[in-house]
């Protein structure tokens, strides 16, 4: 457990709303990703971050954005929700102890746009 | 681009015997990362084992062990004694070393524990 925790874990919108989940962490990663998980595609990385207000996009960013103002909290805004946004989504942060390189993931989020 | 690939969608064993999950893997880098995660019903996604590229030994831990074989792009996931609670999605990813750090996952193989 890398102290990661996500909200909500459920939530159902409507197409056209914004959106924002939030990943906390507790453990002063630096390095903290997003990925949505649909069937058929596994995990793909939506945006990740590096360090407070340094942010990346990943392999599918259309239609998110990302802000870290703080180093434990990593915000993921759909700015007007879509239905093919409706997904699980995970939060996860990079721990670099044990010698090596290691990704951690939160609970996940459950995503329903109508 | 660096691609991951599990052939096999999914898979059943029977309790108490070995499964070998496969994953096979693209890359020009020569120092990586790969991962075998677990996905249990619960969705949770937790880390099984790690392999950096650099060790030709093969990672183990308990029941699971890995075949890592570098020249062949190949990691292969061993799981012996086969229990109920092994029943999950299990994904094999790779992360490049560099500061970017980031993952790519396969698309995941379904494993079925017979009982």
């Known amino acids: 457990d890398a102290g990661i925790t996500q909200s909500p874990r459920h939530k159902v919108t409507e197409t056209g709303t914004p959106v924002t989940l939030r990943c906390h962490q507790t453990?002063?990663?630096?390095?903290m990703y997003w990925y949505r998980q649909d069937p058929g595609h596994g995990l793909r990385l939506i945006h990740y971050?590096?360090?407070?207000?340094?942010?990346d996009k990943g392999e599918v960013s259309d239609g998110y954005s990302v802000s870290r103002s703080k180093t434990e909290d990593f915000l993921l805004t759909l700015e007007s929700a879509t239905s093919s946004q409706t997904s699980v989504y995970f939060c996860?942060?990079?721990?670099?102890?044990?010698?090596?390189?290691?990704?951690?993931f939160g609970p996940g989020t459950r995503l329903l746009v109508l | 681009a660096q691609t991951v690939t599990q052939s096999q969608p999914e898979m059943s064993v029977q309790e108490a015997e070995t499964v070998t999950l496969s994953c096979t893997y693209d890359?020009?880098?020569?120092?990586?990362?790969l991962f075998w995660y677990k996905q249990p019903p619960s969705r949770q996604m937790i880390l099984v084992i790690r392999?950096?590229?650099?060790?030709?030994q093969n990672a183990t831990e308990n029941r699971f062990s890995v075949n890592f074989q570098k020249a062949a792009k190949s990691f292969s996931l061993k799981i012996s004694d086969s229990q109920l609670g092994d029943a999950a999605m299990y994904f094999c990813?790779?992360?490049?070393?560099?500061?970017?750090?980031?993952?790519?996952f396969g698309k995941g193989t379904r494993l079925h524990i017979l009982p």
């Open positions: 996860a942060i990079s721990d670099y102890r044990e010698g090596g390189e290691t990704q951690y």
């Open positions: 453990e002063n990663h630096r390095y």
């Open positions: 971050s590096y360090g407070v207000k340094d942010t």
């Open positions: 890359t020009s880098e020569s120092d990586y990362y």
């Open positions: 392999q950096e590229a650099y060790k030709q």
């Open positions: 990813a790779y992360a490049y070393m560099n500061r970017d750090d980031k993952i790519i």
